[in-house]
């Protein structure tokens, strides 16, 4: 038999096979940056859109009218609960006693002023009634007789007396 002898030949690589491979290279890594940085920026966007709706959820809703006038009317309940009528009646309850009444009584919170009409029996049942009003009053406070007469109610005369007070 015959001997049979391959003789292999290799062959050059061609110059432009590396240069091509190079730059196919580079487009696949540039267009994978750019599928990148676009899935990025979308999960950026998913994440803030769902972090403005949380938000938006834990933001009180604006106030409806009808809560506006309930908490206007708490404020006016607090302020007449916080006024001192400690003062105002302590002045009242002095007057008290068998010889002077209070027929009727006023007062303006806004004005801290008070209207009270008081009867007795005499002008001097009159005087020591402001007297004892006026100690029971808190320092600042003034009172002072703006009206006084007296009347004839049935058999007995009674003496009429409109007191203004300030605090």
Known sequence: MKSFEIDFIRRPTP????????AGS???LV???NHFVERRDLARAQVAAQRQAE????RPA??????VKRQEQDTQERAALAYPWKG????LEAVGGADVRVVSFSHDRASGKSQVVLEAPSYGSID????RMKKASPANAQWSIESISREQTGGASVVRANVAGSR
């Open 15 to 22: 110059r432009w096979l590396g240069p091509i491979f190079l």
């Open 26 to 28: 580079a487009i696949a």
């Open 31 to 33: 267009a994978s940056w």
């Open 55 to 58: 938000q938006a959820a834990l």
């Open 62 to 67: 604006a106030p409806r009218a009808e809560d």
């Open 88 to 91: 105002v009646f302590g002045a």
């Open 128 to 131: 020591a009634a402001l007297t």
